[in-house]
C-alpha cells in the first residue's frame, strides 16, 4: 500500500478579472479519504482542482499537499499528484495503448512498472488497445483516462466530474475502482453533479459561487437538515409549485422530480399535512398525496443554497 497524502486549503480566493470565481475557501482532506465537492456549474470546483494540480496559481491564500505548496513545489506536486480534467483531453489520434504509453514516459515510467496499480481499470479497456481514444464510448474514455492519471502512483488523485455523461452501469463501475483504489492509500478528491454519489464519500462540500456552503459528512449534513419535509403531488403538478408558494408554516418549497417537497415549520405533522390539504383542496386541486420522507442530500443542498442566496 502507498503513502496516502492530507490536502490544506486555507484561505484560497480567485479571481478572472472581476470575477471572483473562489472566495475564501478553507478545509482539510483527511489522507485516504474520498472527498466529494458537490455543486452547480460555475460554483468554483474546477478553479479549486487546477489550484491543487498548480496548474494556476491563487490569487490569495495558501495550499499544500502533503505538505508541498502547490506554489513553491510545483514540480513535487506533479509527481504526487494524478489529474483526470473534466473535458477528455487525450489524443484522440492516438490508440489506447500510445496514449497510456505516452504518459507513462513523461513521468519516467512505463506501463509493466506500474501495471498492478491501474490493472483493476486497464483491464477492462485491454482487449480494445489498438482502437483510437476518439473511437472509444464514454465509459472506455474514461477508464483511460483514469488509467493515465494513475500510471505514474499519484498519493492524490483529483477527478473534476468523472461520470458525467456516462451511463448508469459506467457510473456504479467507475465509483467501485475509486473504492479500490481508496484502499491501495490513495487519497481521492473528486467532483459529481450527482447527489447520489455524494453518500459514497467520507466527506463533501457543498459549493455555489464560489463559497462554501457546508464541509461534512454526507450523513450528518442530512441530520441537520430543519424542519419536517414532506412530498406532495396532486392531480395539476404544473400550478402546483406556484400554489404552494403562500403556503402558512412553510419554509423551503422545491420541485424534486415528480413530486414537490415542502418543509414544514411546526412539529405536528398530522395538522401541517391537513393545512396543506385543506389549501390544495380549496384550490381546486384533486388526487392530493402528502407524504411525509426522508430528506436526502440533495434537499439539504437545495435549503443551503436558497439560504445563501437570500443572505
Not at 482532506?29 to 472527498?35: A, D, K, Q, R
Request: a negative charge; hydrophobic letters at 40%; one cysteine or more.
Amino acid at each position: 500500500m502507498q503513502m496516502s497524502v492530507a490536502v490544506n486549503i486555507v484561505n484560497i480566493c480567485k479571481s478572472y478579472g472581476d470575477v471572483e470565481a473562489l472566495k475564501d475557501i478553507t478545509l482539510n482532506i483527511n489522507e485516504g479519504e474520498i472527498f466529494g465537492f458537490i455543486g452547480p456549474d460555475g460554483s468554483g470546483k474546477t478553479s479549486l482542482f487546477r489550484i491543487l494540480t498548480s496548474l494556476i496559481i491563487p490569487t490569495s491564500g495558501v495550499a499544500t499537499v502533503g505538505g508541498y505548496d502547490v506554489v513553491a513545489d510545483y514540480k513535487q506536486i506533479r509527481k504526487t499528484t494524478g489529474y483526470m480534467p473534466g473535458r477528455f483531453s487525450l489524443y484522440l489520434d492516438l490508440t489506447v495503448e500510445e496514449n497510456l504509453n505516452f504518459y507513462a514516459r513523461i513521468f519516467n515510467t512505463s506501463i509493466e512498472e506500474n501495471y498492478d496499480l491501474i490493472k483493476d481499470i486497464y483491464v477492462q479497456i485491454e482487449p480494445f488497445k489498438k482502437r483510437l481514444a476518439g473511437d472509444l464510448s464514454g465509459g472506455m474514455k474514461q477508464k483511460l483516462a483514469l488509467s493515465c492519471a494513475l500510471i505514474h502512483s499519484p498519493r492524490l488523485i483529483i477527478l473534476d466530474e468523472p461520470t458525467t455523461g456516462v451511463d448508469a452501469v459506467s457510473r456504479m463501475e467507475f465509483w467501485e475502482l475509486l473504492k479500490k483504489m481508496q484502499l491501495r492509500g490513495i487519497t481521492i478528491v473528486v467532483s459529481t453533479p450527482y447527489m447520489d454519489e455524494a453518500a459514497l464519500c467520507d466527506h463533501v462540500a457543498l459549493m455555489q459561487n464560489g463559497k462554501l456552503l457546508a464541509v461534512d459528512k454526507p450523513d450528518n449534513i442530512v441530520n441537520k437538515y430543519k424542519g419536517n419535509l414532506f412530498a406532495v403531488s396532486t392531480n395539476n403538478m404544473h400550478k402546483l409549485l406556484t400554489d404552494l408558494n403562500n403556503l402558512k408554516n412553510t419554509s423551503q418549497i422545491f420541485r424534486f422530480g415528480e413530486t414537490i417537497h415542502i418543509t414544514s415549520t411546526i412539529t405536528d405533522d398530522q395538522l401541517y399535512s391537513n393545512e396543506v390539504y385543506k389549501h390544495l383542496e380549496d384550490a381546486g386541486y384533486q388526487n392530493i398525496g402528502i407524504t411525509r420522507i426522508k430528506p436526502v442530500i440533495e434537499d439539504c443542498f437545495l435549503a443551503l443554497m436558497d439560504k445563501n442566496v437570500m443572505s
